[in-house]
């Protein structure tokens, strides 16, 4: 079965930097395209990047865009998400979804990790 | 302020039926058939329920249902068992590969 498994949350000062990992199995993770999708605490989803099965597409949400870097390592089924100059507003769970495409971006997410919990505090 | 409006929340009876409202623009919702609907239980993963406006993942029961008309698209759910209580959030795929969600609309089973 599908596993999406973060990590790499933890408590981060304002201007510093933070990656997340997301380790995939049970799916062909060098065939699908994958999302970083947020939620602040007691707030709603907001989608933040998409890297695609070969890398050659990434996009991004304005809240990261020049902060965020999406990347992906099809070796060892591992998405990734470097985030840099923190707001205290960066502080959500980072959840990765798996996008539903198949060697191509699809339109909505199938499978979703359970998260990993990013804390922007002085 | 989402791109795409829900009701805060809604309430409903066991047994009862309950549509949840999503309402975006031409350049999304109305323009493209791509709106899909996550439920998330509190402390859980958001789960797809719908995508594609109308289609139902396997596994999904099929007290759940989707549509949509116009710019707004709408989650039905039939006979309400006290475990649909849950948030639930719309997204849809809008451009240059950017995708958007609702606010999010807390479902109340009485």
């Known amino acids: 079965q599908v596993q999406l498994v973060e990590s790499g949350g933890g408590v981060v000062q304002p201007g510093r930097s933070l990656r997340l990992s997301c380790a995939a199995s049970?799916?062909?993770?060098?065939?699908?395209?994958m999302h970083w999708v947020r939620q602040a605490p007691g707030k709603g989803l907001e989608w933040v990047a998409v890297i695609s099965y070969d890398e050659n597409i990434k996009s991004y949400a304005d809240s990261g865009k020049g902060r965020f870097t999406i990347s992906r390592d099809n070796s060892k089924n591992t998405l990734y998400l470097q985030m840099n100059s923190l707001r205290a507003e960066d502080t959500a769970v980072y959840y990765c979804?798996?996008?539903?495409?198949?060697?191509?971006?699809?339109?909505?997410?199938?499978?979703w990790g359970q998260g990993t919990l990013v804390t922007v505090s002085s | 302020h989402s791109a795409l409006t829900q009701p805060a929340s809604v309430s409903g009876s066991p047994g009862q039926s309950i549509t949840i409202s999503c309402t975006g623009t031409s350049s999304y919702v109305g323009g493209y058939n791509y709106v899909s609907w996550y439920q998330q239980h509190p402390g859980k993963a958001p789960k797809l329920m719908i995508y594609d406006v109308s289609n139902r993942p396997s596994g999904v029961s099929n007290r759940f249902s989707g549509s949509k008309s116009g710019n707004t698209a709408s989650l039905t759910i039939s006979g309400l068992q006290a475990e649909d209580e849950a948030d639930y959030y719309c997204?849809?795929?809008?451009?240059?590969?950017?995708?958007?969600f609702g606010g999010g609309t807390k479902l109340t089973v009485l």
């Open positions: 049970g799916f062909t993770f060098s065939s699908s395209g």
């Open positions: 979804a798996k996008d539903a495409g198949w060697l191509r971006l699809g339109d909505y997410f199938d499978y």
């Open positions: 997204s849809s795929y809008t451009s240059s590969s950017t995708w958007v």
